[in-house]
């Protein structure tokens, strides 16, 4: 599996838009990068996945360099409840190794402030 | 949207004691797991399950895990004996491997 390496924690403000960074150098040719959010108490929750250029979706947008070996979540305009941590994940279709299943990281914790 | 659901929300036990912990999947997802995340700490895969049988576990997932479908909707975790250290938040997510997983709202164990 292609490690991944994120901020550990971003501030914010609300109306902002916030751009979180992960590396993935030993990124697979069949690897997909996947992002979750996940709120206190709750579980992962799927937000974006693509494999490479530009990927967008109505919470989302996914920038991925001609060498996938890094990637951008960019959230627009963030609110106080895009408080969360942000993970990024590499792997098959799902966001998982070979098996699919997923390994997370320590994520990067988004706090936004008002 | 569909939702995968879990029950119950929150377990207390005692130490030595068994719990199950019931999920009940998308029903058109065919793969199904197991998570765990222990306070402040990572997402930690304990188990993969597809076609009636296990796929791939970790290290956490010893001889006092088990997971089963007992019917076509539930997917459950038993803990034979519980141990202090299995307190943790337990989520079920289940695939189709095209789409993303999906998790639960997860229950909290705490064994005491």
């Known amino acids: 599996l292609a490690k991944t390496t994120q901020p550990i924690s971003m501030d914010s403000y609300e109306g902002q838009e916030v751009n979180i960074t992960c590396s993935h150098n030993n990124i697979a040719t069949n690897d997909y990068i996947t992002w979750y959010q996940q709120f206190p108490s709750q579980g992962p929750r799927f937000i974006i996945q693509?494999?490479?250029t530009k990927v967008t979706n109505e919470v989302a947008s996914l920038f991925i360099p001609a060498d996938r070996k890094s990637s951008t979540l960019s959230l627009p305009r963030v609110s106080l409840s895009d408080t969360a941590v942000y993970y990024c994940l590499v792997g098959d279709m799902g966001g998982g190794g070979s098996q699919g299943n997923l390994i997370f990281g320590k994520g990067t914790k988004l706090s936004v402030k008002p | 949207e569909p939702e995968v659901t879990q029950t119950p929300s929150h377990q207390v036990t005692q130490m030595g004691q068994e719990v199950i912990l019931r999920c009940v999947p998308i029903?058109?997802?065919?793969?199904f797991y197991w998570y765990r995340q222990i306070l402040g700490q990572k997402v930690e895969f304990l188990v993969s399950?597809?076609?009636?049988?296990?796929?791939?576990k970790s290290e956490i997932f010893d001889d006092q895990f088990s997971v089963e479908r007992p019917d076509g909707s539930n997917f459950t975790l038993k803990i034979r004996s519980t141990k202090l250290e299995d307190s943790a938040m337990y989520f079920c997510a289940s695939s189709d491997r095209g789409l993303g997983y999906t998790f639960g709202s997860g229950t909290r164990l705490t064994v005491v």
């Open positions: 029903s058109n997802h065919l793969y």
């Open positions: 693509g494999y490479k």
């Open positions: 399950f597809y076609n009636n049988e296990i796929s791939e």
